[in-house]
């Protein structure tokens, strides 16, 4: 049987702390900024971790257990 292959999508979006969280960047940051003000700009610049309900789809897409 053939190695499973991660999804090139999630390797490139997603990363793994310390302790085997999942962190993600937030959404909305690439263009369009000169309406959004300056701390929703600066909230969407940190990393975030992924949230709860999503973390068993994301791991099964990176092939972690």
Known sequence: MPKMK???SAKK???LTGTG?????????????TKKSKKRKLKL???TLVHDAD??????QLRLK
Not at 21 to 33: C, N
Not at 55 to 60: A, L, S, T
């Open 6 to 8: 991660t999804k090139s």
């Open 13 to 15: 979006r997603f990363k």
């Open 21 to 33: 969280k999942i962190k993600r960047k937030h959404a909305f940051k690439s263009h369009i900024l």
């Open 45 to 47: 610049t940190h990393a």
């Open 55 to 60: 973390e068993d789809n994301i791991r099964q």
